[in-house]
């Protein structure tokens, strides 16, 4: 069973002598509860692959299949209404807004989606609960550490109860503590929560966290590993040079 | 690896029988599952430290148990411990298995050098989510040196991953050259001067 999947997705920039292939023909399924980071140098296109999937950029070719439907083929209304519902996204800044709570940040998707704002505000604080923001649900982001910023971003993708959350370099700012802290919290976004994720990153401790690593080159899926479920830590320390 | 001076270590702590010894490294270490030694491996040790005058055995009485051989540190033995103390411990880095397929892997027409670096690359990864998993179920009450000690084996395969990825970017170049080889005996008598021509660069001038 596949909550997300890309079939031959492709787009190319440009054309004639500018055209450059960002991705080509790329198969990717993933399943409901699955963590998977998507690595690889820069300009491999693995934000691409984010942004299409997030239905932020159409294919050139290929499409992407969310609850079993093609976004590419729904209206700008239908899409907009999947994307407010069905994904959450994360980024690396946060994108929160600074004259809003970390409530009411959280209840945005909500309150666009028409829900009361004293029924998404009881949500939010519910779901900041969950993430570990309990008494800081009344502070503005300004009023909030990097790592508590993005606990913020968590809940706020995670309130409309998606079943696919994106995140492009969720721990790019933030340091090494706070970017394990958000690692493991979406660890088990996707462990206990059950819902997929898929991340982009360049660090290897926080791909680590996930299910599964994507490795991508020149627009294509070089490498595909799942990496939970292995061996024990022992032979790992072992192959560590440490025993 | 150096269970024979962690021994020496233990009991100059305090006097302890071989089992408690077993537990006691176990302990240091943070169970077995990180770093798993052998009840054996210890009794053998303790024979040989003993045979070296390194630790000594007596005998205690329990009430209502058999008896058991309690070690204890001798002076050469405190000796020997300052010592490990003293000097440093070799890095094993070069000692390398991944090196060794990779280079011969790119000499070998019938192998496949970019699939040893990928499945390598998997096996790492498959290590750090392990290691990873550990580190973020050690709560804020486990002990320090138990959290080191991961964080020690973290960082060894994040280092190789560097490595593994600057070696895949420079796979092409390596694959054209040949695999470094000892130089050839020459034959007759040795030459005296250092800098000679070698076989096949006949007419090249490049010195």
């Known amino acids: 069973m596949t909550i997300a999947e890309t079939r031959g997705l492709t787009k190319i920039y440009g054309a004639g002598e500018t055209r450059v292939v960002a991705l080509d023909h790329v198969d990717l399924a993933i399943e409901p509860g699955e963590f998977v980071a998507v690595m690889g140098p ?3 296109g693995k934000s691409t692959l984010l942004n299409l999937m997030g239905g932020l950029d159409t294919p050139t070719e290929g499409s992407v299949v969310l609850d079993g439907r093609d976004i590419a083929a729904m209206s700008d209304d239908e899409l907009t209404s999947v994307r407010r519902k069905r994904i959450g996204f994360v980024f690396q800044f946060f994108n929160l807004i600074p004259v809003l709570t970390a409530a009411e940040n959280a209840s945005l998707p909500l309150v666009l ?15 900041l609960a969950k993430v570990g923001l309990t008494h800081r649900s009344g502070s503005r982001p300004d009023q909030l550490s990097g790592g508590q910023q993005q606990r913020v971003a968590v809940a706020r993708a995670l309130i409309t109860d998606p079943a696919l959350v994106l995140a492009d370099e969720p721990t790019g700012n933030l340091d090494s503590r706070s970017s394990e802290e958000i690692a493991g919290l979406l660890r088990q976004v996707s462990g206990e ?47 560590a040079g440490l025993l | ?48 430290l003993e045979e070296a005058g390194l630790v000594v055995k007596s005998m205690t009485r329990r009430v209502g148990g058999p008896d058991q051989n309690v070690f204890e540190l001798t002076e050469a033995g405190r000796e020997e411990l300052d010592r490990w103390y003293e000097s440093g411990a070799p890095s094993m880095h070069q ?52 959290k080191l000690l991961l964080d020690k084996a973290i960082m060894h395969i994040e280092a190789d991953l560097r490595w593994l990825e ?20 020459r034959r007759g008598r040795p030459r005296v001067t250092s800098i000679d021509k070698r076989p096949g660069e006949e007419g090249g001038d490049d010195t």
């Not at chain 1, 989606?113 to 779901?127: F, Q, T």
């Not at chain 2, 000692?95 to 990779?102: A, P, Q, T």
């Open chain 2, 1 to 48: 690896m150096s269970v024979r001076h962690a021994i020496l270590g233990l009991l100059a702590h305090e006097p302890r029988h071989g089992y408690d010894l077993h537990g006691a490294f176990e302990a240091l270490v943070g169970g077995r599952g990180v770093w798993p030694v052998n009840p054996a491996q210890i009794y053998t040790t303790l024979s040989r």
């Open chain 1, 193 to 239: 929560w059950g819902r997929a994720i898929l991340m982009v990153t360049h660090d290897p401790r926080i791909a680590a966290h996930a299910d599964r690593i994507v490795f991508m080159r020149d627009g294509r899926i070089v490498d595909d590993t799942r990496i939970a479920n292995s061996d024990s830590a022992r032979d790992a320390m072992e192959r």
């Open chain 2, 166 to 185: 600057m070696t895949e970017a420079r796979l092409h170049e390596m694959s054209r050259q040949p695999v470094p080889e000892r130089e050839k005996p």
């Open chain 1, 42 to 44: 820069s300009g491999c």
């Open chain 2, 95 to 146: 000692r390398d298995e991944v090196f060794l397929k990779i280079t011969l892997a790119v000499a070998d027409d019938r192998a496949r050098p970019e699939r040893v670096i990928s499945r390598q690359r998997a096996t790492l990864y498959r290590d750090l989510h392990e290691l990873t998993t550990r580190r973020s179920q050690l709560d804020t009450e486990a002990p320090l040196a138990h």
């Open chain 1, 113 to 127: 989606d028409g829900v009361p704002p004293k029924e998404a505000l009881g949500r939010a604080e519910e779901m």
